[in-house]
């Protein structure tokens, strides 16, 4: 590129092909410059594309971990969970019994109850 600039300072002595060889050959320069810039900006955003896949795989990788870790915990407790579960419904089904249990003696009580007071009010026939 220097030897271009010099050439370049005092182009009073060149003939038009001498001039027309100096600018080719700092057009080509030019032209390989700016080339070997666009390969330099292509090579780094392979790198960086690259870079970024082996990101998102370990992301990957760690978000797996953490959902066979999730899914463990997940199944310890519904270990624990369903045998308190299974207590509890057969706690409500108790009570249900219980209750209805309960509705059939009073159930009952007034059926007697009303047979007693039937009794009192109903003149018998002898």
């Known amino acids: 590129m220097a030897v271009y600039e010099n050439a370049l300072k005092d182009v009073s002595r060149f003939t038009d092909d001498q001039i027309k060889e100096l600018v080719d050959g700092l057009n080509d320069a030019i032209v390989s410059i700016q080339e070997a810039k666009i390969a330099k900006q292509e090579e780094l955003i392979e790198l960086q594309e690259k870079q970024y896949d082996a990101i998102v795989y370990r992301i990957n990788l760690y978000k797996d971990e953490l959902q066979k870790d999730i899914d463990a915990i997940e199944e310890a407790y519904e270990k624990e969970v369903k045998p308190l579960e299974d207590i509890n419904d057969e706690l409500e089904r108790q009570i249900q019994l219980e209750d ?18 039937g009794e009192h009010q109903c003149p018998r026939k002898r």
């Not at 209805?100 to 007071?117: I, M, S, T």
């Open 100 to 117: 209805l249990l309960a509705a059939k003696k009073n159930a009952a009580k007034e059926k007697e109850r009303v047979y007693r007071e």
